[in-house]
C-alpha cells in the first residue's frame, strides 16, 4: 500500500539553489542553525534571499527552499537545526567540485544549463525521493518502490488533461478550488489526480518542471491533436473538450551528445518511414523522435539547430510566420516547430546526398 504523504510547498525552486545550500551546510558543518545557512544564502547571492533577516519571519520563497532541502532528503532537520544527509552530502560534493555559481534570475534555464553531473545526480535524488515519488513519478510506472533504471525502462506515458473553465464551475468549493488540471496514468492500478490550485502550483509548475528541467521527463504539449487516445486513457479523460498534454519519461541524450551523423540517420530512417519523401514535416519528426525514440524537446531543437548550422549543403529549412502556425487551421501546437535564426521553421528539404554525412 502506497503511504500517503502530504503535499507540501517546494513549489520548484531553482535547483541549482539547492545545490548551492548543500555546500554551504557542509561548510557550517553538521547541527547549523536554520537561519544561519539562509543568511549564508543571501551573503551568497542566491535569488529570492536579498531579503532574509537575522530576525523575524522568513520570506515565503525562502520557507519553500526548506521545504525543498526536507521533501529532497538533503538535510535532516532537528528543531531549528539542519545537517546534511549522506543524499545532500554527495551533492555538495558533486555542486563543488564543479563549482556551481548563483545566478541573478530565477529561470529555468538556470537548472538546465547546470553541468552534466551535477544533473546527473539530481536526477537520482528525484527519483529517491518519496515525496516526488508519490505525487509525480510513480504515475509513470505500475511499481512503487523502483530505481532510475527501472523508472527509464518501465515507464509508459502520462497525459495532463487541462478541462475548459466553464466545465470546472460545478466543482468549486472552499476547500477545493479546481485548477482545472488532471494527471492521467497509462496502468490502471494509478488512480488519477485531480489538481486544485495548490496541487497546479506544487505538482504541475513544482514536480513537473524539476523533472523537466533534468530532462528525465519531457512534453509533447497539445498530443491530441496529433494522435488519437489509446484506449487506455479514453476512458479516464473528463471533457472532449479538454486540451491534452502527453508527458514520457526521457531514455537518451542524457550524457554525451548524439552525434549529427546519427541524427542524419534518424532524419533518413524517418523519412522511410514516411514515403521516402524528400521534405519532412518539422513538427511530425519532432513528435517521431519525443514518443518514439524518447528524446526530450530540448534535445531534438538542440540537434536541429546543429544540423540547421552544420549541413547547409544537405539541407534546406522551410519557413513560415508565427501568425499562420498559430491559427486554429493549424493542427500543430508552435511548440512542435523550432526557431532558427529568427525564423520559424516548418519543414526540412533533402538537398544534397542522402544519408548520414561525415
Known amino acids: 500500500m502506497t503511504e ?52 523575524g519571519n522568513l520570506p515565503t520563497r525562502v520557507r519553500h527552499h526548506q521545504y525543498a532541502l526536507q521533501e529532497l532528503e538533503l538535510v535532516d532537520a532537528e528543531g531549528s537545526s539542519y545537517s546534511l544527509t549522506n543524499k545532500g552530502e554527495k551533492l555538495a560534493e558533486v555542486a563543488e567540485m564543479h563549482n556551481v555559481q548563483p545566478v541573478d534570475v530565477e529561470t529555468k534555464e538556470a537548472d538546465v544549463s547546470l553541468p552534466g553531473s551535477v544533473r546527473s545526480e539530481l536526477r537520482q535524488i528525484l527519483c529517491s525521493s518519496k ?11 505500475p511499481i512503487d518502490d523502483f530505481s532510475l533504471t527501472e523508472l527509464v525502462s518501465e515507464s509508459r506515458d502520462v497525459i495532463i488533461e487541462l478541462l475548459p473553465p466553464e466545465e470546472r464551475i460545478g ?40 523533472s523537466i528541467r533534468l530532462q528525465l521527463v519531457s512534453e509533447v504539449v497539445g498530443w491530441d491533436t496529433v494522435f488519437e487516445i489509446e484506449d487506455e486513457f479514453l476512458e479516464r479523460i473528463e471533457s472532449r473538450n479538454s486540451r491534452l498534454d502527453r508527458a514520457y519519461i526521457v531514455q537518451r541524450h542524457w550524457g554525451t551528445e ?53 549541413r547547409q549543403a544537405r539541407y534546406f529549412f522551410e519557413s513560415a510566420s508565427r501568425w499562420l502556425l498559430t491559427q486554429p487551421s493549424n493542427p500543430f501546437p508552435l511548440e512542435s516547430y523550432v526557431q532558427i535564426d529568427g525564423a520559424w521553421r516548418t519543414s526540412i528539404v533533402f538537398t544534397g546526398p542522402y544519408g548520414p554525412g561525415k
Open 4 to 55: 500517503t504523504l502530504q503535499l507540501q510547498h517546494t513549489r520548484g525552486v531553482p535547483l541549482r539553489n539547492v545545490c548551492l545550500l548543500c555546500v554551504i551546510l557542509q561548510r557550517l558543518g553538521a547541527d547549523a542553525p536554520k537561519r544561519e545557512l539562509m543568511l549564508a544564502g543571501r551573503d551568497l547571492g542566491l535569488h529570492s534571499f536579498e531579503s532574509v533577516k537575522p530576525t
Open 131 to 141: 515525496y516526488v515519488r508519490h505525487w509525480w513519478l510513480r504515475y509513470f510506472v
Open 258 to 310: 548524439t552525434p549529427i551523423k546519427k541524427f542524419e540517420a534518424l532524419l533518413s530512417e524517418f523519412r522511410a518511414q514516411t514515403g521516402g519523401s524528400t521534405r519532412i514535416r518539422i513538427p511530425e519528426l519532432v513528435v517521431h523522435l519525443a514518443l518514439q525514440k524518447r528524446f526530450s524537446l530540448r534535445a531534438i531543437h538542440k540537434l536541429l539547430h546543429r544540423l540547421y548550422r552544420e
Open 171 to 210: 466543482q468549486q468549493t472552499e476547500k477545493f478550488k479546481d485548477s482545472g488540471y488532471r494527471v492521467h496514468s497509462y496502468f490502471p492500478n494509478r488512480k488519477g489526480l485531480r489538481l486544485d490550485e495548490s496541487g497546479r502550483r506544487e505538482i504541475h509548475e513544482g514536480l513537473r518542471q524539476w
